[in-house]
């Protein structure tokens, strides 16, 4: 993918019309079937791979009627680029020379990615010559399809291409395939090489560590989030789209937040993008929603109704507004966005019930254990953030915060024999809802504050270490991450969306919120259970995977429903790995400290082209655990 493109096909290549298969461009099917033949035959695939995020290599061979012995003379290389460009290139490794028909079957429906995913592809339309190829029309839509050599044979109402090659001994011949979309009256866009992608963001960013699988995941991931990068329309402000294939046309606001405030050690661009694109979202009329980012609904497992991603959003906002300011946006910036985060909290204030908490969704919803400690966290750093600022409101939110870890300490904790646990959900008239699950990590995710120090957390110490022990524990620990539900608990299903499969993001939240809690153990092992899985995955993690419990010789088992690659589970490898430097920034008062672990959980660890106040920054951990910053940006006081 390379958003708003993208290209889906099994691993042999071949396009054949059948379930997603097919060229996407801003959510539409381009091109659904191209099926090609040589000598009247199918390559035999050999193998499919990515080369990176955006480009695939497809290797084929195949047999001709005089070849003698076993060995195949003619290969087929297929090199597929996400923006609608495919190579085809034929090889003749005989010691004569063959002529070879080559024939490639080309249709499209132009149906939706929506109702393609969901299995009502439209009907398919004939297509038309044009040019050097074919162009298949729909109102308000074409799609042109251009060949260069151009075919010497096209039979539109199959839509085929045909040609004779001639290979001499060694020889190679290529045709390229260009698939495009026309808008009947508007101009041409831009062929995508005079385009160009979100290109170099993150490129000098490497890691290096005892572990092999370190460099390899912060590498893809940072592969797929280049890719999954789109620009605001009408503003052309970049943020991430959510995943694909499912979730790649508008942007979620609280995924891209998420995934703004989990790559801020990489820099502050994205996070600026984002947070200008969805100030502009933010509701500004007058009523109960001003101030509020509009969100989706979201499914929250089995014993809740559907959550706010708009409540979410709305949460982060000042939070990802305030950390982006201590890893160094500028203050012009950071001046700009201030409205906005001020009416998220005012929109908080607002909101809050008269038992002091936040209902989600708003106003009738649940009291939700996570979306108390976002409030909380909003509270605290939103009150750093317009004290710096010189904003009235800082002493009344901290004080409010306070209050609300007294409340929460004593409502969101059930006593039991084995120390206790959080409760998932408060209801308005009172019930508790104890089910266990991974978005008690939150519970843990402080935020950073001025000095590099973290917020105070919503639970107290004693609570906090036996939250440590339960999310280190096998009824949420499967090995591979976190479940969403407890193993044990009522409802348990280990591919539960938000019932029991491994959600990356939860998992990375609590390798961070462990770790900068001092629980480095429990920290290093939800790590390390991420790391095997994504080596399972090719290093490119889904955003969740099944929660079965880990054993010997056994694999993660993917998640049919999952997107992969997904913008939140690519910054959570970020977040996850860069958690174990501990990189405190705080760019406003000219300083950086740095606090790994002492245990070093991961082994030695080396980070390159991070950056911090905008200037490249390079972190080395040793076996030991000790930091030493290897370069940083002039001026910066540093403590190791």
């Given at each position: ?28 099917r ?19 791979r ?31 680029d ?82 004779e ?49 370190v ?45 703004a ?23 500004s009329?007058?009523?109960?929603d ?49 409205p ?117 957390g ?32 009522p ?12 959600r990356?993001?939860e ?67 970020v ?20 606090r ?45």
């Amino acid at each position: 993918m390379a958003l708003p493109a993208l290209a889906v096909s099994a691993e042999h290549g071949q396009l054949t019309g059948q379930g997603l298969d097919g060229f996407y461009r801003d959510g539409r099917r381009l091109l659904a079937r191209c099926r090609v033949r040589v000598a009247e035959a199918e390559p035999v695939p050999v193998q499919g791979r990515l080369l990176d995020a955006a480009r695939a290599r497809f290797m084929g061979t195949v047999r001709i009627p005089t070849e003698e012995g076993p060995d195949p003379v003619v290969t087929v290389e297929r090199l597929r680029d996400a923006e609608g460009v495919e190579r085809i290139t034929v090889h003749n490794a005989a010691v004569r020379e063959l002529r070879l028909p080559v024939e490639v079957a080309l249709g499209t429906d132009l149906a939706e990615l929506g109702a393609v995913a969901a299995g009502r592809p439209g009907p398919e339309i004939p297509a038309a010559v044009h040019g050097s190829g074919l162009r298949w029309p729909a109102p308000g839509l074409h799609a042109v399809l251009t060949a260069d050599p151009p075919a010497e044979d096209v039979l539109a109402s199959a839509g085929l291409l045909c040609w004779e090659i001639r290979l001499p001994p060694g020889g190679s011949r290529t045709i390229e395939l260009r698939v495009r979309p026309e808008a009947p009256g508007r101009p041409r866009p831009p062929e995508p090489a005079a385009r160009g992608r979100s290109g170099t963001l993150w490129d000098e960013v490497r890691a290096e560590g005892d572990d092999p699988g370190v460099a390899a995941l912060l590498a893809t991931g940072l592969d797929d989030l280049r890719s999954l990068l789109v620009r605001d329309t009408g503003n052309q402000e970049l943020l991430a789209a959510a995943g694909v294939p499912w979730r790649c046309g508008r942007p979620a606001p609280a995924e891209a937040l998420w995934t703004a405030r989990m790559t801020l050690p990489l820099g502050v661009r994205l996070a600026g993008g984002t947070l200008r694109a969805l100030a502009r979202a933010q509701v500004s009329g007058p009523g109960p929603d001003h101030g509020r980012i509009p969100g989706a609904l979201r499914r929250s497992g089995p014993h809740l109704p559907p959550g706010c991603t708009g409540v979410e959003a709305t949460l982060l906002f000042p939070v990802v507004l305030a950390e982006a300011r201590r890893w160094g946006l500028p203050e012009q910036e950071t001046q700009a966005l201030l409205p906005a985060a001020e009416r998220c909290l005012g929109w908080l204030r607002a909101a809050v019930g008269r038992r002091g908490y936040l209902a989600d969704p708003f106003p009738g919803g649940p009291y939700r254990c996570e979306v108390q400690a976002h409030a909380h966290r909003a509270a605290l750093l939103g009150a750093d953030l317009l004290a710096a600022c010189g904003r009235p409101g800082a002493e009344e939110w901290r004080e409010w915060a306070a209050a609300l870890r007294h409340r929460f300490r004593a409502d969101f904790w059930a006593e039991d024999r084995s120390g206790g646990r959080p409760l998932a959900a408060l209801t308005p008239d009172g019930r508790r809802i104890p089910h266990l699950g991974s978005t008690a990590a939150h519970l843990l995710d402080t935020g950073l504050l001025g000095a590099g120090a973290h917020a105070p957390g919503l639970l107290d110490k004693v609570q906090t270490e036996q939250l440590a022990r339960l999310l280190g524990g096998p009824a949420l620990d499967c090995g591979w991450g976190l479940r969403s539900l407890g193993a044990k608990e009522p409802g348990y299903n280990p591919f539960g969306h938000r019932g029991g499969a491994v959600r990356v993001h939860e998992t990375a939240v609590a390798v961070a919120g462990l770790a900068a809690a001092g629980y480095e153990a429990e920290a290093g092992a939800l790590a390390r259970g991420m790391l095997d899985a994504a080596k399972a995955f090719g290093h490119r993690l889904p955003e969740m995977y099944a929660g079965e419990q880990r054993s010997t010789g056994s694999l993660p088992l993917p998640h049919p429903a999952a997107c992969r690659p997904a913008a939140v589970a690519a910054a959570g490898a970020v977040q996850a790995l860069v958690a174990f430097a501990g990189v405190r920034p705080d760019v406003p008062a000219r300083s950086v400290t740095v606090r790994p672990p002492r245990s070093a959980p991961l082994g030695a660890l080396r980070f390159t082209g991070l950056r911090v106040a905008e200037q490249p920054f390079s972190v080395r951990v040793s076996r030991l655990g000790l930091g030493m910053v290897e370069e940083a940006a002039d001026g910066l006081q540093l403590g190791v």
